[in-house]
């Protein structure tokens, strides 16, 4: 999801009544109607009916039609619309991280461990794994693998550019965890970086591990 979209959404919750509905709705165990969360917050119906429809825009909630009290048949009345959250989630950070990637990989390396691959090699072939198949799913055509790369880890939060015949990431996704874990987190990283290349066909580069200060440790170079 691009950080537009993302800050969009979230930016909804700044409207003081917007937030109060948003935060109401989402802590009832039951979908509830216009006039429901009216009441929790102290608004009139229409302003609310306003401020929640503006947050079923923004994918923050969601609403279904039911026709309330158990009623139903000819005369039961229509049905009302109900409001609950929506599934989309939101996540913002500046600049990027990307821990839920590191989540992943390290879930897919335990399974795998658990069925008898030595761990290290496990890391190794889940963090290649997910690299690949963010790569796959890149349709988009690039003359030049460089470049193409360096798109592709520009929008999978990397802050990418290019100098010659090399990549340099200006940002790593997974910053706290590499401080704290230096030599795994690093390792899985260039993996993930080697994959993604991989999945979208760059034969012609190599991720390397070449760490220098202020920039992510991986290095991305023409074979």
């Not at 279904?64 to 009345?77: I, K, Q, T, V, Y």
């Not at 889940?126 to 988009?140: E, F, Q, S, Y």
């Not at 066909?201 to 390397?208: D, K, L, Q």
């Amino acid at each position: 999801m691009d950080l537009a979209s993302q800050a969009s959404g979230i930016g909804a919750l700044a409207e003081p009544v917007r937030r109060a509905l948003y935060e109401y709705v989402v802590s009832q165990a039951e979908p509830v109607s216009r006039e429901q969360a009216a009441t929790a917050v102290g608004v009139p119906v229409h302003t609310a009916k306003f401020h929640l429809d503006k947050l079923v825009d923004e994918e923050l909630l969601a609403t279904e039609f039911r026709r309330l009290g158990g009623r139903s048949g000819p005369g039961a009345g229509r049905p009302s619309k109900l409001y609950l959250r929506g599934e989309r989630e939101f996540a913002v950070s500046l600049p990027d991280r990307r821990y839920d990637v590191v989540g992943h990989i390290l879930a897919a390396a335990v399974e795998q461990a658990a069925a008898g691959t030595p761990l290290e090699d496990a890391l190794g072939d889940a963090a290649t794994a997910h690299g690949r198949a963010d790569g796959v799913a890149i349709t988009r055509a690039h003359v030049d693998q460089l470049d193409g790369v360096r798109d592709a880890l520009t929008e999978h939060g990397y802050e990418a550019r290019r100098e010659e015949d090399t990549v340099l990431l200006a940002n790593c996704p997974f910053d706290a965890l590499a401080k704290e874990h230096t030599a795994l987190v690093c390792g899985l990283n260039r993996d993930y970086v080697q994959g993604l290349a991989e999945g979208m066909g760059c034969t012609e580069v190599e991720a390397r591990l070449e760490p220098h200060d202020g920039l992510c440790c991986v290095r991305t170079r023409r074979r």
